[in-house]
């Protein structure tokens, strides 16, 4: 029996002991368990949640098919689909990540910054790593020429104008087109230098503007590809970056440009190459002149004594073709615009046209116009001495100046298209010109009295002190304009100054816009309504309203504005009309169309000046509320484009569409 029990305490141990690991193998499974029914049911979340988001993903997808279904706009379309395009960028960006948080940046991925100033007649540019803002380059190493800020606006192509064989200062070195066109067996005496290709874009009367052998626009793309192989490789030079995924182009433009000429630039720098995506945001624009103000603010301010709050400096720069001018506010650490923008083309360039008429005098003109279509080469020879010997040395003071052009040495081919009366007398003189003080003078004074015209008008329109008027530009640098300037302006200012680097105030001014956006913090706090924007009504006809207006049911279609040229805004400020109601109770969508008017006040959208921008139209699916559903209607002003959006109350359905803006032609 003992024996017995003995085994049964065994049998017992050993089933107890068995008991015990399956519990362990038990609970260790309840766990695994556990643990796959919190794994399963995550991933029914996670997918539930993709298909929330294929869901915005696919409506999304129809509100773009609609929304540019029924855009109708002739010059920004382009424009309007990159707005899209960059909102489905976003979307999906946050699609795939996971953390909304952990989003970069616009501009996160910047590195350096590019300043670019094209311009008519030279062009130059300035840079600057984000890393170290007070370090702003100007380059001032360029093919052919080292030591100047900037380089000539010319091209020189082969005789097809199908590739540049040289560009830039020497494109006028007649050694260097003798061995190039040694070198190509191309040079040929009828080629044309192409020149003044940027008085194209712009509002220049069609008979003021220069005869190009090839399209304006390819001239200007073939420009920029060539100067941006010399921003590169400087770029190249200093850091080890990708220049597509690492700058910020910022390219400075007149301040009349309009949006369709601001389009023109962007295709022109995107297949120049400046860009790797035609609407990449890495290519942003401001206007010379609020360049220039942004320079003077950082540079000379200070300097003179101007940094007090609520002072205002006006800012004139002098380029080679436009003359701009903007007056602004010093509010904290930013500039306010108060007044509308200015520009006029009266840059030194129309100085240069005003010697071209004196020899047309002298010579005659058949003789001029068969050089300059015949031996263009000799033609911008006289030209380029003018510009040397007589329009840059002349100060306006010294009645004893004088220039002796000779003809027979500079623009040997010239002396056969004189007539023989002028002839004989040209020969008398050995074809010398004695170009005399009156006559340079006679030849400025035209141009100047418009730039002095164009500083009184703004004064004007401030209505208040102005402490200060800064020149940039490579024109303020003449002696001449600033003698006449400060002799007019001196009484009203008490602070006349030319800018310590007139020439690339513009180009280092653009630089430092670009770093504000990188620290997403814009320089420019508010700036000036240049149009009344407004939308199409259709109300009940009234007395007094036109009779030939009256429509159906008694209604007649009126311009109602939204905000109103002049209007000092500021950045992403919103201005909305609410409570539009549909017409009739099934009625399943409506349309916004918006316009634009340079005047203050019209009344009708079809009175002259009145310019379509864009329709809008938004759904009302709630046929069942009849009348009894509101929209809202309006306009945002952001730092770069103006935005237009449609709210439904009901549903909180929100369509938005942009148009990319030049900065000098929506805003002053």
Known sequence: ISCTNSNLIEENKEVSRINSELKEKLEEKEKKF???????????????????????????????????????????????????????????????????????????????????????????????????????????????????????TILRYDDEYNNVLLWGAPALVKKQIRKIAKKNNQYNERNKLVELFKLFLGNLQENSRPKLPVDYKKAITDYLKEIGKVIKDTIATHWNINFFENVLLI???????????????????????????????????????????????????QKYDLLNIEETFMVVDCGGGTVDLT?????????????????????????????????????????????????????????????????????????EFYYELDIENISPNLLQYVDEEIREMMEKDEWLIKVNFNDIKLMF???????????????????????????VGGFSENKYLQRRIK?????????????????????RGAVVYGLSIKS???????????????????????????????IFHGKVIKFSPLVRKGTVVKVDQVFNSSNHRPSNPSQTALNFALYRTSEYNVEYCDEPGVELLGSLRIDLPDVHLGYNRSVTFGLSFGQMEISAFAENAVNGQKYVTSFSLNDDDDYD
């Not at 004074?445 to 020149?471: G, H, M, T, W």
Request: net charge positive; with cysteine; glycine share 4%.
């Open 327 to 399: 007056t602004r506010k010093l509010v904290g650490n930013k500039l306010s615009e108060i007044t509308e923008r200015i520009g006029y083309f009266c840059g030194s360039t129309f100085i240069d046209r005003e010697f071209i008429e004196f020899l047309r005098r002298k010579l005659g003109y058949r003789a001029i116009d068969h050089l300059k279509e015949n031996n263009y080469d000799q033609f911008q020879c006289l030209v380029q001495e003018f510009r040397k010997n007589a329009k840059e040395p002349f100060t306006g003071v010294n009645r």
């Open 251 to 301: 390219l400075t433009v007149p301040a009349e440009y309009s949006e369709k000429y601001i389009a023109i630039m962007r295709e022109c720098a995107y297949n120049a190459n400046l860009i790797n995506d035609k609407y990449s945001k890495n290519l942003q624009f401001i206007s010379a002149p609020e360049a220039a103000a942004i320079y003077c603010m950082k540079n000379e301010l």
């Open 487 to 507: 002799q007019e302006f001196c009484h009203y200012i008490k602070c006349l100054r030319i800018s310590d680097q007139p020439i690339a105030a513009i180009s």
């Open 520 to 550: 997403s913090d814009c320089i420019i706090s508010s700036r000036v309504l240049k149009y009344t924007y407004g939308i199409k009504l259709c109300v009940d006809w009234k007395e007094g309203d036109p009779i030939e207006r009256k």
């Open 34 to 152: 556990e643990e796959f029914q919190r794994y399963v049911s995550n991933l029914e979340n996670q997918r539930n949640e993709e298909l929330k988001q294929l869901k915005k993903l696919e409506m999304m997808s129809q509100n773009l098919d609609k929304n540019l279904g029924i855009l109708k706009l002739e010059e920004i379309n382009e424009n309007i689909i990159k707005t899209f395009r960059e909102n489905n960028e976003d979307f999906l960006a946050s699609f795939s990540n996971k953390d909304p948080g952990s989003k970069s940046l616009p501009y996160s991925n910047i590195k350096v910054v590019v300043g670019l100033d094209f311009g008519t007649t030279y062009s130059g540019f300035s840079y600057c790593h984000v890393a170290n803002k007070q370090n702003i380059c100007s380059n001032e190493i360029w093919p052919g020429k080292v030591g100047k800020l900037k380089i000539n």
């Open 445 to 471: 004074d035209p141009i100047i009295d418009r730039i002095i015209r164009l500083i009184y008008v703004q004064l004007e329109n401030i209505q208040k002190a102005c402490s200060a008027i800064f020149l």
